[in-house]
Every structure is written in structure tokens, then in C-alpha cells.
């Protein structure tokens, strides 16, 4: 099926994530659509798929427009999306799934839906027992169940977010080899993916968004620099170094190893001197939030060793790491950070260690107005936190802050916040970089990382480099690593 | 922001309005002549001294059910399950007093060890509750509503079986205790100003533990962003245990005061609906200690008042009931209807920080 997008915009309050997209996929091809986080790859896919309206714009299938509502909608007219987490039942059977979502009468079509189900999978050569239980399925096979349904419902156009995240060597190459079938057949497939490797080794053509713009197209052959430089800008300049300024070490991993159902972060070792900061790079999902959570100890290890502040804390609870002066500040400020409702003076007297069994509200008072001013908060110590903006969220958070902190952790820092809280953030916590703590920062901006770390580590499927020294590291360079590529210079060794 | 409260104000009068209109059509349709009718049951619930003190003995129990919901509700659970728990504090108050009635401890003393054991009672069924809920993953509203089916099974079991009364056992419940093992009462009626002092005692506690207490503050964390309170530092779990024990220890004195004050003996339906009816209470002022003694206060008087509408028109006193929850839904459906079509506060006024990039633009 020919699909074609044709003016596409979409913002988010003040975030553009489409911005004019046109784009024309011909029947039997595989597209690749790259690009970084939030360059507005989603978006896109889930509009085409009835998951979002478009502001304007509109959906071209086989030259006739279409209006695409819903999910439903979008099957309809042929349309199916694959998500990065596969949205099917886990606690009901395989061919329970695959007639779900199905149109029919009250009795649906139990025999026939296993005949069609069994001349499906044997088509593209895969092996699922219609009868077990989709939670004993690994990620792979679920999205082989998800392809199949897709197929039975009638799409000619197929979606795939992140198709080869957490599935097998094995797995991936049935996926390409379905999926290369599939484009045979005269299906369109949409490759959405942050792996360069992938992009280049399947797709017929590649599409690369960045900030909501599409950016360039390429075909075959490919040039990785090309592709990384589409992807990610040119390169900027590198910001000031804290040298680290010796007294020991804040943090050390010794061979620490975590993992989740999908992804192992194995053997890191880390040993981060006094004030020193870490920047970790890396698409979502790569590791690097399992890791930041591990080292906060939110998350349980699987092996090795957390030391920090001179103490073995392995294996011990978040309250613990929190005592020994390590703190961590979620993304998601309102979600798990903040608590909707309660006001700043509340948070203020929450965050302290209480002082008896009374409230000293004029005590809160004062500590809450201290701080206001001290970290620029725009509010007062009556404001409840959701009343705030993103960014002096953000400061309320680092304002409550324990003193002292040997390490302190933060998922995407600036994340959503403008030029002005972002400067004024990261003079904040260099400021406590002086004092002695440390710092381990994930963020999607490579700019960012660039700019504000000592020392990168890059991860990349779970995979981590060894600790990269900033000053030396550029753009490009960090873009392949983060699509994947240039691995092969840390192989040698054990990584990281 | 004041524009704010006048308009939550206005949402409120609104729904009680249509409360109103609708009770008055459901007494047109019950064939009572409605303005009549309320005037009873004013007249019914405030008209003589029994009737005000009928009023301060059910009111009693209901602010101590009330209490317990404000803490449980506060650490963000559901506890369903007072109703239960007041039903075994009065067990294990008509334990403690057949355990100890015929030893020559003197009465005083026996009560009090009594009461004492209805709110360990009622704790430990809460608790039960609260360790389904954190260590079983079973949602306390199921684990509460099958913990009040298996206490009032145990009521009748031994109000029955090994408690039953010499002779006839029977739906009216354990052999009364004896004069001496009653809670003292106003002479002449049955109103226990020691358990109307408690109970007003332990709502004034529990306003406090709420509004100003570091327990209260991280309770109330807990239950609005257990995630962010645990990043915080509060040991949210134990929290949540806590909150169950506090509640489950306010009901179960419900319970032990129901027992020593009221009844003086054990009878199937000991909770007589003050659980139940404390939730719809906590619902109505939203959570807010300072509201609930009057409110709880108004629900009794109807359930008082509403007895005049069985006598005077035949209607069911359950009328009572139907006005409260009528009340409890439409309250809360004008406060859905305010978020739905007035949005909140956040989205009215844009942030300063906006309004400066705006400028900057």
C-alpha cells in the first residue's frame, strides 16, 4: 500500500513535535525513520496509526485521503502499529489475542481464527503455541503474535517502534527476514529505530527527523556520518571542566551488574572522585535509567559491588543510600519527584528529618522562605507544587535537597525546561559540584552531556563503554555510539 | 484564588440544591406531602431532649468511624473494612468483660480493660487488612469488604454458639453484662457522656495528627504521590500499615463503646452501618477533620428525624439513608463537574515564567 503524509504538524503546548512532515512511502518498501528522542519519530508513527490527531495535515493510502480517528480506524484502512512495548493481554492465552480486537458476532470464530492463526505462523516461519499464556512469551515472540494479528486484521501497512530492542540475535534476524517477506508481498513497512546498524542493514530508505523537522532522506549506500549528522546538528562547543579536584572518591562500582526484563547492564565499574561529573548517554531504554536507579538503590543488582561515601551498600534499600548521602531526582517531577497537593512549606518540612511529634510551622515557614530565595523559586511557601512551572519544579526539587551530599543523581535534569531554568539549574549544581559532591546526570541531549560532564559513559543496548573522557570526545563520535556503531574498540577489554 | 473558593462554593450549594429537589420528588412519589414531611423530621430530630440525646448517642460512634476513614483516607486507602473492624472491636471487648465479670476486679477496671481490648481488636483486624494489602498485593477495598463478611460471621457464630445466652439464644444477642459493667449515663437515658467525650476527643486527635503533626504531613504524602514520598525518605509502607492500625483502633473503640455504653451485651449487628456510614462522612467534606463533627452530626439527625416519616406517613426510615447518599453522590459530582467544564486552577492561569517567554518572544 502506498502511504503518504502530506503536511503534518502537531505541537504540545509549546513543543513543535511535527513540523511540516511529508513524506511518500511506496508500496514494498522498507522505511527507516530515524532520529534522536523527541525528535518527533512517535508522533508521527502514532497519527499515521490513530493513536493522535495531526493538528493539520493529512493521510494519503493508495491516493485516497483518509481520516484516521483511532486505532480501529487506522486497522480499517489498513493500518498497524507494533509498539516498543507490546500492547497485548499478558494474562490471556496467544490465540485469545489474536482474535481480540477482531470485528464479530458474540461467538467469535474460534476454529477458524486457529486455522488462519496456524497458516500464518508457518508462512513467515514462526513457532507459537496458540495455547499458552502470552506472559510466558519472551518480548520477540510477543511482537511475532502482534505481527501476525496485524496481518489477520488486514494491515498492508505496518509500524514497528523499536522493533529490536530486547529481542534475541536470533529473533531479530526471523523479524528481518518476516519483515523483508512482508515488503515482498507488497506491504509497507515503517522502521522506526534509533540503531544505525539496523537502519542501514534493512532499510530501503531512511527518513531522518530531528525537533519535529524531517531533516534529510538517503538511500543505500548509506554513510553512517551522514546519517549521525542528519541526526544530531553539528557539533557545539564544549563547556567548562571541574579537573577532578582529588580527596577520594564519592562513588565505586565495582563489576556492578542489573538488569530488567528486557535489558542486562553487566561488569561496570566506575570510581568517581569528589565533584566530579558523570554525564550518561545513551537513546531511552539503552540501560543507562536501570543504571542511574541501581546506583541510587531503587533497583536491586544482580552482582558486584556499590560503594559509596566509603560504605559497601550493596543490595541495601534506597533509605539507606539516602542516609549515606546520595539522592536522586526523578524525570518525571510531578509523577515522582513532587507531591501534587501539598504545598512548598509541606515539602520542606517533609524533606527534613522530623523534629519531634509537632509541626513548627513558623520553623517550616522560614526554612521554606530561606529557600525560595535561595534557589529563585517563583512561588511562595503557600504554592502547591503543581502550581508551579516545569522548571522552578525543577528548582524546588534540587532546593530540597539534604546538606551534605556525597553523590547526587538526576534522570534528564533540564528535561522540558527553557534556556534560562536550564543555566540557572546547572549553576546550581555545579555549585554543589565545589562543595564535593558528585554528580551522575542521564540526558538525551548531547549538548548537554557534552557540555556539563568530566566523564561519559555511553550506553547502547545494555552495552556500556568505559568511562569516556569529555574534553576529547565529539559530537560524531558520540552520536555512533549511541546509534551502535564504533563498538568494536571496546570489545577487547571487558566493557566499562 | 478567592474567586476560586466562591465558585467551589457555588458547585457545592448547587448540588446540595439538587440533592434537595430530589429527595422532595422521591417523598412526592412516596405520597408524604414533602415540606410536611421535612418538618417532621425536624421536628423528629430536634423537637425534644430524647430526641437530641438519641442524636448524641449515635453520634458518638460515627465520629470514631469517621476519624478512622479521615486517616486511612488521608494515607490514600480505601478501608472499607471499619465496619468489620468496629464489629470485632465489640467482640473483643465481650470477651475481655465475660473473661474477667466474675473475678473480683472492681467494675471500673474491668470496663476499661474491656474498651481496651475493643480497640486492640479493632486494630488487629485493620491490621489484617492493611498486611493483605502490603505484603499480599490484595487491594484493601476487597480485602475490607471480605473482612466485614467474616466478622459479622463470627458475631453470629458466637452470639449463637459459645456466647449464646442461657437458655434462648437469639438474634437480640449475649446475655446482658450486669448494672456495674455499664459505662455511667446520664440519669434517666442512655447517653454515656464518657463516650461522647471520647469520641469528641479522639476527632479533635485526629484533626490535629492530620493538620499538624509530621506523622499527618507524611501520611498525607504517602497518599497523594507514594512515589514521591518515598524519594522523600518516608518508609511508605509502614505508613500505610500505621494508618490502618489508627483506624482500625478508632473502630474498634466504636466498638467497645457500643458494647459497655449502649447495648451492654453482644449482638449480631453491633456496627449497626457506622462504618459504612463514617465513609460517606469523610467523602461529603472531603477529607477535611475540621467538617466532619458537624456533618456526622446532621447524618444522625437524619437518621434520628427520618423515624417521624415511618411513624407519620409509613414510609421506611431507610429515607434517611437515601438522603445521605443522595447528598455524598451529587457532592461529589459537582466537584467532577467543576474539574470537567472550569479545568483546574493550573490551566486558568498560565505560569510566570510563561507569561515571561511570551514577553521574550
Not at chain 1, 555512533?480 to 577487547?492: A, R, S, V
Request: proline content about 4%; hydrophobic content about 45%; overall charge positive.
Amino acid at each position: 500500500m502506498d502511504v503518504e503524509l502530506r503536511d503534518i504538524y502537531k505541537t504540545f503546548g509549546a513543543v513543535r513535535a511535527n513540523v511540516g512532515i511529508t513524506l511518500r512511502v511506496p508500496a514494498g518498501t522498507i522505511q527507516g525513520i530515524l532520529g534522536e528522542n523527541g525528535a518527533g519519530k512517535s508522533t508521527l508513527m502514532k497519527i499515521l496509526s490513530g493513536f493522535m490527531r495531526a493538528d493539520s495535515g493529512g493521510i494519503i493510502l493508495d491516493g485516497r485521503p483518509v481520516s484516521i480517528h483511532s486505532p480501529a480506524d487506522a486497522i480499517r484502512c489498513g493500518v498497524g502499529m507494533l509498539h516498543q512495548d507490546p500492547l497485548d493481554f499478558p494474562p490471556m492465552r496467544v490465540i485469545d489475542n489474536f482474535i481480540l480486537g477482531r470485528k464479530g458476532g458474540l461467538l467469535p470464530g474460534q476454529a477458524e481464527a486457529a486455522r488462519d492463526f496456524k497458516r500464518l505462523a508457518e508462512q513467515f516461519g514462526f513457532s507459537l503455541n496458540p495455547d499458552s499464556y502470552v506472559d510466558a512469551l519472551t518480548v520477540g515472540e510477543r511482537q511475532q503474535l502482534e505481527i501476525l494479528r496485524l496481518l489477520w486484521l488486514g494491515a498492508r501497512a505496518l509500524i514497528f517502534d523499536e522493533p529490536t530492542t530486547g529481542i534475541s540475535a536470533a529473533q531479530k534476524e526471523k523479524l528481518f527476514a518476516a519483515l523483508r517477506l512482508l515488503a515482498e508481498q507488497g506491504k509497507t513497512i515503517l522502521f522506526v529505530s534509533h540503531k544505525l546498524e539496523d537502519v542501514e542493514g534493512l532499510c530501503h530508505r531512511v527518513a531522518v527527523l530531528r525537533q519535529g523537522y524531517l531533516v534529510g532522506e538517503a538511500q543505500p549506500p548509506y554513510t553512517t556520518k551522514n546519517l549521525v549528522e542528519m541526526m544530531f546538528g553539528k557539533s557545539i562547543s564544549a563547556g567548562e571542566r571541574n579537573p577532578c579536584a582529588g580527596g577520594g572518591s564519592t562513588l565505586i562500582l565495582d563489576n556492578l551488574s542489573v538488569e530488567d526484563y528486557r535489558l542486562k547492564v553487566r561488569d561496570v565499574s566506575l570510581d568517581v572522585c569528589r565533584g566530579e561529573v558523570i554525564g550518561l548517554a545513551g537513546m531511552e531504554g539503552s540501560g543507562q535509567g536501570l543504571f542511574l536507579r541501581a546506583v541510587s538503590g531503587m533497583v536491586r543488582t544482580v552482582g558486584g559491588r556499590i560503594l559509596a561515601g566509603g560504605k559497601d551498600l550493596t543490595g541495601k534499600s534506597y533509605h539507606a543510600f539516602k542516609r549515606n548521602g546520595v539522592a536522586f531526582l526523578p524525570a518525571a517531577r510531578l509523577e515522582e519527584g513532587l507531591v501534587s497537593g501539598l504545598n512548598l512549606t509541606e515539602h520542606f518540612v517533609l524533606s527534613e528529618p522530623p523534629d519531634g511529634f509537632f509541626i513548627n510551622w513558623e520553623q517550616g515557614g522560614a526554612l521554606a522562605r530561606e529557600r525560595i530565595a535561595g534557589f529563585n523559586v517563583k512561588g511562595t511557601p503557600a504554592s502547591t507544587v503543581e502550581s508551579l512551572s516545569g522548571g522552578n519544579q525543577q528548582r524546588a526539587l534540587l532546593a530540597l535537597l539534604r546538606d551534605p551530599l556525597a553523590l547526587l543523581l538526576l534522570e534528564h535534569p533540564t528535561r522540558g525546561l527553557d534556556i534560562e531554568s536550564t543555566i540557572y539549574i546547572w549553576s546550581k549544581l555545579k555549585e554543589r559540584c565545589k562543595q564535593g559532591t558528585s554528580i551522575i546526570f542521564m540526558s538525551s541531549d548531547l549538548d548537554e552531556i557534552l557540555q556539563y560532564s568530566d566523564r561519559v559513559l555511553v550506553f547502547f543496548s545494555g552495552r556500556v563503554t568505559p568511562p569516556l573522557d569529555a574534553s576529547m570526545l565529539k559530537t560524531d563520535k558520540l552520536g555512533q555510539l549511541i546509534g551502535g556503531k564504533g563498538w568494536d574498540e571496546f570489545t577487547t577489554g571487558k566493557s566499562a | 484564588m478567592k474567586k476560586n473558593i466562591w465558585v467551589n462554593l457555588g458547585f457545592q450549594a448547587g448540588a446540595l440544591l439538587v440533592a434537595m429537589l430530589v429527595t422532595t420528588g422521591i417523598l412526592a412519589a412516596a405520597g408524604a406531602p414533602p415540606f410536611q414531611a421535612y418538618w417532621s423530621m425536624l421536628k423528629g430530630a430536634f423537637g425534644s431532649w430524647d430526641s437530641i440525646v438519641t442524636i448524641l448517642i449515635s453520634w458518638s460512634p460515627l465520629l470514631l468511624t469517621t476519624a478512622g476513614v479521615l486517616i486511612t483516607f488521608s494515607a490514600g486507602l480505601w478501608n472499607i473494612g471499619v465496619e468489620g473492624q468496629m464489629g470485632v472491636g465489640a467482640i473483643f471487648t465481650t470477651g475481655m468483660m465475660l473473661l474477667l465479670q466474675d473475678t473480683s476486679l472492681p467494675p471500673a477496671l474491668i470496663i476499661i480493660l474491656g474498651i481496651l481490648a475493643g480497640i486492640i481488636g479493632g486494630a488487629l483486624w485493620a491490621a489484617l487488612a492493611g498486611a493483605l494489602k502490603v505484603f499480599g498485593g490484595v487491594n484493601e477495598i476487597f480485602g475490607g469488604l471480605g473482612l466485614n463478611f467474616v466478622a459479622t460471621a463470627l458475631t453470629i457464630y458466637l452470639v449463637f454458639g459459645p456466647w449464646a445466652r442461657p437458655g434462648v439464644a437469639s438474634m437480640s444477642g449475649t446475655k446482658p453484662f450486669e448494672r456495674e459493667l455499664w459505662l455511667p449515663t446520664l440519669p434517666g437515658t442512655s447517653l454515656s457522656l464518657w463516650a461522647l467525650g471520647l469520641s469528641i476527643l479522639a476527632i479533635a486527635a485526629v484533626y490535629l495528627l492530620l493538620r499538624g503533626t509530621h506523622f499527618g504531613l507524611r501520611l498525607k504524602a504517602v497518599g497523594k504521590n507514594p512515589k514521591a514520598a518515598f524519594l522523600l525518605g518516608v518508609p511508605t509502607w509502614q505508613y500505610s500499615m500505621f494508618a490502618f492500625l489508627l483506624c482500625g483502633a478508632l473502630a474498634g473503640l466504636a466498638g467497645a463503646i457500643q458494647v459497655v455504653g449502649l447495648r451492654h451485651n453482644l449482638l449480631p449487628n453491633i456496627s449497626n452501618g457506622y462504618g459504612f456510614l463514617g465513609l460517606l462522612v469523610a467523602m461529603l467534606v472531603n477529607y477535611q477533620a475540621l467538617w466532619a463533627a458537624p456533618v456526622a452530626f446532621f447524618f444522625v439527625a437524619l437518621n434520628t428525624g427520618s423515624v417521624q416519616l415511618q411513624i407519620n406517613y409509613k414510609m421506611d426510615s431507610s429515607f434517611a439513608g437515601v438522603l445521605q447518599s443522595l447528598l455524598v453522590l451529587l457532592v461529589l459530582l459537582g466537584e467532577g463537574a467543576r474539574q470537567r467544564f472550569l479545568g483546574t486552577a493550573r490551566k486558568a492561569e498560565p505560569s510566570e515564567s510563561e507569561i515571561r517567554n511570551k514577553q521574550v518572544k
